[in-house]
């Protein structure tokens, strides 16, 4: 896996961030945020040339595509996978992304339209690359070129659901033998004022503005909504027996992936958690999964208001009993709601506390909710053998998803 | 794929610049009834190139709830029409099937393209507070499944793709694999529009837009005069069904099958390996389990940019030797249309099984001989059980999809 999530670089500092309990939501410092009603994000501290970009290639990637190549190839350097002695069409790409270039759109739009004054902009101005800004394709074809792959490449935009969205994806693909190897996550990078305006007007971000530091509050009876962030995480994701032929350290198995939509509003949840519900029943019977046999939940978890009652009903329904004694955290409350990105950071997050044997805490977790009455593992991160896990999201749009992994048994090096 | 049940397209809807429903976008493509024209808009002649093909009579009120205007963008609007045409046109009660075995896949390359300007423009001329509620969902890739879903009670597995004009056709592919897997319908297809002044000079910075300001010429693939494409607007949305599912409801007219499908994306240029275009080709007749010979015609992808046109005609000839098979791009009377277009060659591909008649490609007089291929330049009565559709995306995407006679047993031979 490659990981690029606020907080820290890489992997290692991901979960040293998550095991510790401590959170990376800041005040904006990419602009002057004082105008907006919510005024917090996670960042990362990223230099795209240090980071082994060339000059060419930082001109014509969006941020969310750099965290993207950046993350892919530190996760073939992290799998030892050698793909250059693969046929290059039995990898494919999969991406997932829910604002894709919005920060490159935001940028050309102040210049081609002089900071919002003409509507008939000045052509000018124009970029060379303002097509593969208006169209993301280019996203996973960037990718793609990176890891020199000729099979199936596609960018998975669900909204918030792509981040898991993308890698179920790249299950099936490997499921129905179109490959064998598949580069799958997501990325996104939306802290620009378009896309902060966004949220602020629907109030679904948190105005927690004078403590950023604890501002995403899950389950919380004080939260308020969510924050913002970026991030980015790519997987090598194999065919089972292709990893066990060469040996391959294998950080989790994905079992079981379903997503279901709720039919009901662009961005209102019904607090019953039904059609979340029913996506983590079909995970779980992909995987043949028993509800009494998942070991921790990593919950979506996004800190507003209706989210948390609907996902904590969600729960209860598709797990029955085993919703009382399982754990339930939310690394939102650390890294912040990265959109498109966060369900890869999430299955990165799981992968590691499989292998750790270590749940993530949720963080700013002070005071529960009566509304929300799971165990949602505050504060601490709790030692635990972990053998499967379920991750879930929700998304805009209606997009409910689950995915169940499990620790490698015997499948490790 | 052999064994498995079949797949059938039930209905179909059609928002073409040639047509708003089926037939006649159908009788204006046989008849050869050009909608490219001055893009008018907005004052288009202070840009370099002029010529569009936009949908001219879609009054959005007249077919869509009074309270889905505000909150969708236009390509939205033409996605909603066209798929309430395509499930009444299946005569699908959605009310009487299985919630979550109804799933919706579309692709769109832009976005709430439009909307999404008006909202650029209200945040950099006025301040935040200005921008609309509906922004963040009007805007995102997801917008179309996800309000497709709502619309029609859709709760079974929903997606967005992107991969520019190669989206559309992906989507149909991935409808195709919901559908194996065991979804018993699907909603599927794509629709763009980006014609504002900004979606409109971001098109054109790709390089590739006809300078010229005669219809009849701008937009002339495989010619030796080709020097570019035309955009356009709009799409199709098709209803995709399992042939045991459609059988229990009922169904009795089918308008074919959808036999096969297989995506691979182009090595960097100058890497001194085969374009992947002959490659999909090949894999989507496997998948199809159809013989090259069997293929009555193919659908190009026809960019008519010299280069791009000669490849394809290269990967053509050689799966299926020289002039082998007839070949035609009636997108030239539309203009290209992104991830709309490709939906719109799979209704025609249909609508030529149907009628033994395949339209011509209007204004391609002129083909170079190495081409070698057969490009339809007057309509052809000629017998046709199995089509090809292709489709390219900006930057090595290649798709093919294979659609065949059929019935509600489904394929016929």
């Keep these: 896996m490659g990981v690029r999530a606020p907080g820290g670089c890489g992997q290692k500092e991901f979960w040293d961030l998550l095991s510790s309990g401590r959170t990376a939501t800041r005040r904006i410092s990419f602009f002057d945020p004082s105008p907006h009603r919510s005024q917090i994000a996670g960042e990362c501290a990223f230099d795209p040339l240090a980071e082994g970009l060339s000059p060419r290639q930082v001109r014509r990637m969006d941020r969310a595509t750099q965290f993207a190549v950046v993350c892919a190839r530190e996760a073939v350097d992290d799998s030892g996978v050698d793909l250059t002695a693969l046929e290059p069409h039995r990898i494919g790409v999969t991406l997932g992304s829910a604002v894709a270039a919005a920060t490159s759109l935001e940028q050309e739009y102040v210049v081609l339209s002089d900071t919002g004054r003409n509507w008939l902009v000045d052509d000018s101005y124009l970029s060379p690359h303002m097509f593969d800004y208006l169209t993301p394709g280019v996203m996973p074809a960037e990718v793609a070129w990176a890891v020199g792959a000729e099979g199936p490449v596609t960018l998975v935009s669900d909204g918030c659901t792509s981040g898991i969205d993308a890698v179920g994806h790249a299950c099936e693909r490997i499921e129905d033998g179109s490959v064998d190897v598949v580069l799958a996550g997501a990325t996104d990078t939306p802290i620009t004022p378009i896309v902060v305006a966004c949220f602020d007007a629907i109030k679904a971000t948190t105005p927690r ?3 950023p530091e604890h501002a995403s509050r899950p389950f919380d009876r004080t939260r308020n909504g969510f924050v913002l962030a970026e991030g980015a995480a790519m997987f090598v994701l194999e065919e089972y027996e292709h990893a066990r032929a060469r ?6 198995e994905i079992t079981g992936y379903a997503t279901r939509c709720n039919a009901y509003h662009m961005t209102g949840l019904r607090s019953d958690g039904r059609e979340m519900a029913a996506a983590i029943e079909a995970a779980l019977r992909a995987s043949r999964t028993d509800p009494g046999d998942v070991d921790y939940v990593n919950a979506h978890g996004s800190g507003t208001k209706q989210n948390d009652r609907h996902e904590t009903a969600a729960v209860r329904r598709s797990l029955g009993s085993r919703a009382d004694r399982v754990p339930v955290s939310s690394i939102k409350s650390m890294v912040g709601h990265s959109l498109g990105a966060i369900g890869s950071l999430e ?3 799981c992968a590691l506390a499989l ?19 799971l ?3 505050p504060l601490v991160a709790r030692e635990q053998p972990l053998r499967t896990v379920l991750t879930i999201g929700s998304g805009f749009g209606g997009f409910q998803s689950a995915m169940v992994l499990r620790r490698p048994g015997g499948v490790r090096a | 794929m052999s064994g498995a049940t079949p797949v059938l397209v039930t209905g179909m809807g059609v928002a073409a610049p040639t047509g708003l429903d089926t037939e006649t976008f159908w009788r204006a493509s046989l008849a050869g009834q050009n909608a490219v024209a001055e893009h008018d808009g907005f004052d288009v002649s202070r840009y370099p190139c002029r010529l569009a093909g936009r949908i001219r009579q879609f009054d959005a009120s007249e077919h869509l709830p009074g309270r889905l205007l505000p909150q969708t963008d236009r390509m939205t609007r033409l996605a909603l029409f066209a798929a309430e045409r395509a499930l009444s046109d299946a005569a699908v009660d959605t009310g009487a099937l299985p919630e979550y075995g109804m799933g919706v896949v579309t692709s769109t390359a832009c976005g709430g393209f439009e909307f999404t300007h008006r909202e650029f423009a209200k945040l950099w001329a006025k301040g935040p507070h200005h921008v609309s509620v509906y922004e963040s969902f009007a805007w995102f890739y997801a917008v179309n499944t996800g309000q497709i879903s709502i619309r029609h009670g859709m709760r079974g597995p929903c997606a967005a793709l992107v991969a520019e004009q190669a989206g559309g056709l992906d989507a149909i592919g991935q409808a195709l694999r919901s559908a194996r897997r065991g979804t018993a319908l699907v909603t599927t297809g794509g629709v763009d529009s980006a014609l504002d002044p900004w979606g409109w000079v971001s098109q054109v910075s790709g390089g590739r837009v006809s ?8 937009y002339l693939p495989f010619d030796e005069r080709a020097h570019g494409y035309v955009p356009g607007e709009g799409g199709a949305i098709l209803v995709l069904e399992r042939a045991d599912a459609a059988l229990e409801r009922g169904v009795s007219r089918v308008h074919g099958v959808v036999s096969g499908h297989a995506s691979t994306f182009d090595p960097p240029r100058g890497s001194g390996r085969p374009r992947g275009l002959r490659r999909a080709i090949e894999a989507a007749l496997s998948d199809a389990e159809v013989g090259a010979q069997e293929i009555g015609v193919v659908f190009a992808d026809a960019v008519g940019v010299p280069q791009l046109d000669q490849e394809e005609a290269e990967a053509l000839r050689g799966v299926f030797g020289p002039e082998g098979v007839p070949v035609t791009a009636p997108k030239v009377l539309t ?10 060659d799979v209704v025609s591909a249909l609508l030529t099984i149907r009628d033994g008649l395949i339209p011509a490609t209007a204004h391609t007089a002129r083909v ?7 490009v339809v330049r007057e309509n052809r009565a000629v017998p046709v059980r199995h089509a090809l559709v292709l489709a390219r995306g900006r930057h090595g995407f290649n798709s093919a999809l294979v659609v065949s006679a059929g019935d509600v047993r489904g394929r016929h031979g």
Excluded: K, M
């Design chain 1, 209 to 211: 503005n004078d403590d």
């Design chain 1, 247 to 252: 040996g391959a350290r294998v950080y989790a």
């Design chain 1, 347 to 349: 299955i990165a997050a």
């Design chain 1, 355 to 373: 292998d750790h044997g270590l749940i993530p805490p949720t963080a700013n977790l002070h005071e529960p909710d009566p509304e929300c009455d």
């Design chain 1, 375 to 377: 165990d949602y593992v």
């Design chain 2, 211 to 218: 300078t010229s300001t005669e219809p009849e010429e701008a």
């Design chain 2, 335 to 344: 203009g290209r249309l992104s991830a709309g277009g490709p939906p719109v």
């Design chain 2, 368 to 374: 170079p001989a190495e081409y070698g291929i057969d």
